[in-house]
């Protein structure tokens, strides 16, 4: 399906393609290190699993960065 | 008149742009900055700050100055090992502008202290190392309504992001909460290239100098992420988010609470 994913249009394979799917796909280690939002909504962690993304969606995964080296 | 000669040149570079000058040099003097950090981020921000003629900048840490913050905390010399980080960085800005006040204050920012703080001044940079901290500093800003910046860098990589409160995202709008401990690794379990921590804390600068002045268009409802391996920059758009807990419609958070391994509790 087709995806905007962090700016880029991507062509992924498969259909009914979940958040965690696309977490996989991207290779995020793991999904406590990003925050998602989809067309631009936050979405919840619990909802990763659950939330089935439509032809054309944008998804955006913001890595937390906590250091401000001390 | 109320610059000397001397004030004039120091400050001519600013004074001859035309976005900027006399009047905006003049909101500089005026303004109140405090940088949140005496740290990567920090130190780069308070000393361009000082060098811009911020009238008065409060700087806030409670560590002192380590061998290995000496590759990226640039306001620390090797001599000002094991001294205050705010003492430090306050001798530092004061040699660069002797005519500035600084207020150091050393002391761990928590939930039951923070909003006094932020409350005196214009615009607040955060430069703190962890979540807890970051989501205090957002929290605190958006109860007060005092604009600030948001950073954090991370090996290559840097972010940040300006908060005009109730105006503009929040960064709880789109981080929501600070992730599980350990989940993210920190600058000291991680690494950091020295130079990132400049190139953010100097966008941080220039975000409170274009707030004080009054010109272009703040980094406001966007994220700047980048990464500095491939040179990359990109900034991605975000919005206040109704559901927001801090600064939404209904929000759920009206009072601070530290979060476990807060400031208050951290020792380094």
Known sequence: MKLTINGEAREIAGDRLTVMDVLKEQKVESPDMVAVQVNGAFVARPQYDDLVLAENDTVEFLYFMGGGAA | ?268
């Open chain 2, 1 to 268: 008149m109320r610059y000397s000669e001397a004030q004039l040149e120091r400050y001519s570079r600013h004074i001859i742009l035309q976005e900027v000058g006399l009047e905006g040099q003049e909101k500089i003097s005026d303004a109140k900055v405090l940088i949140i950090g005496a740290g990567g981020l920090g130190a780069p921000a308070a000393l361009y700050l000082a060098a811009a003629g911020i009238g008065t900048i409060g700087i806030v840490d409670n560590d002192r100055v380590d061998i290995s913050n000496l590759q990226r905390q640039i306001a620390h010399f090797t001599d000002d090992i094991g001294r205050e980080k705010v003492i430090s960085a306050a001798a530092k800005m004061k040699a660069i502008n002797p005519e500035i006040t600084v207020n150091p204050l050393e002391m761990l920012l928590c939930a039951d202290n923070i909003r006094a703080v932020v409350r005196d001044y214009d615009f607040v940079i955060d430069g703190t190392d962890n979540f807890p901290t970051k989501f205090l500093v957002n929290d605190a800003c958006v109860m007060e309504n005092i604009p600030y910046s948001h950073g954090g860098i991370l090996r290559f990589d840097g972010q940040t992001m300006t908060v005009l409160p109730g105006r503009s995202a929040c960064y709880r709008c789109s981080f929501r909460q600070p992730p599980p401990a350990n989940a993210v690794p920190t600058c000291s379990q991680a690494g950091v290239l020295g130079a990132i921590a400049g190139m953010l804390g100097t966008i941080q600068a220039a975000e409170a100098l274009k707030h004080i002045i009054g010109i272009g268009q703040l980094l406001t409802d966007s994220l700047l992420t980048f990464n500095a391996a491939a040179m990359n920059f990109r900034k991605i758009p975000l919005r206040r988010q109704p559901d927001c807990p801090v600064c939404g419609a209904n929000p759920t958070i009206t009072e601070l609470v530290d979060y476990e391994q807060t400031a208050c509790a951290l020792k380094h």
